[in-house]
């Protein structure tokens, strides 16, 4: 099948990342394929790779997954306050593939975050630590998110967004956050998360595509300037993150509804 294009003069998805240490940045275009962008930061860390090797990359990536799950979702083990978990499922996740795995971007490691129209600079390094700390008095400890579905999913949302606002790692952002809202969800006793179903390397499944769709909306709707960011549980989201709300709330009410992980997504 042909490569999956989103529609509109822009893809509203297109990713300019800065330097991490190594690779090139890599320049914002008008229509770029979602897979892509999900191996670019692979690739900026292990240019030279060949594609055995990224494969490689990407299956023990998804061990540390597997692994961090059990240890932080299924045995409740993570810590109850953001920073600390942030470091914590990181490290777990990358452990092995990263050099630094489970630690902060330092000074110089700078990332950009956005598309075209609305990119953003991550946080400064020396700012990492503040910021999260201020997102963890605004969303609250994961054992403190609500119970009830909607309101969770509007909470989880937010606290995505934010994150990647911060983007305190100079790769595996997404990853991290999401094993965090599955800790939140683990703890609350009534929720329970249904993972992130991941494609092959360099092919996005149909779950990725949305989620990448809804989080680069939330980027474009919230702007670049937006000092308030409220956590409240409420109907109405005002902040640019309802799209990403309701793909939260999918991943919630999928399990709810049937009490079994959904198949495999089809690919492209």
């Not at 969770?152 to 595996?172: N, V, Y």
């Not at 949305?210 to 939330?218: D, I, K, T, V």
Request: with cysteine; proline share 6%.
């Amino acid at each position: 099948m042909p490569p999956t294009k989103t529609r509109g003069k822009r893809c509203g998805a297109c990713v300019s990342r800065g330097p991490h240490g190594v690779g090139p940045s890599v320049p914002s275009c008008k229509v770029v394929r979602l897979c892509d962008l999900y191996d670019i930061s692979l690739r900026d860390h292990f240019p030279k790779a060949s594609e055995s090797e990224y494969a490689a990359l990407h299956q023990r990536i998804a061990v540390g997954h597997a692994r961090a799950r059990v240890r932080l979702v299924e045995a409740r083990g993570a810590a109850r306050d953001l920073p600390s978990l942030a470091i914590q499922a990181h490290g777990l996740i990358f452990a092995g593939v990263y050099p630094f795995a489970g630690r902060h971007r330092g000074s110089g490691e700078a990332v950009h975050v956005g598309h075209a129209e609305h990119e953003f600079h991550g946080k400064p390094a020396d700012h990492i630590d503040d910021c999260l700390c201020k997102l963890n008095q605004h969303a609250g400890p994961i054992d403190t998110w609500p119970k009830e579905q909607k309101a969770f999913a509007i909470r989880a949302a937010r606290f995505l967004r934010r994150f990647f606002e911060i983007h305190p790692f100079a790769d595996g952002n997404g990853r991290t956050a999401r094993l965090m809202v599955e800790c939140a969800a683990a703890l609350t006793g009534t929720l329970r998360i249904v993972p992130l179903q991941h494609g092959k390397p360099r092919h996005a499944s149909r779950d990725q595509r949305e989620y990448l769709c809804a989080l680069q909306e939330a980027h474009k709707r919230v702007g670049l300037t937006r000092a308030q960011y409220q956590f409240e549980a409420s109907g109405s989201v005002a902040d640019g993150c309802a799209r990403l709300a309701r793909w939260w709330a999918k991943r919630i009410a999928l399990l709810d509804l049937s009490g079994e992980t959904p198949p495999e997504q089809d690919e492209d």
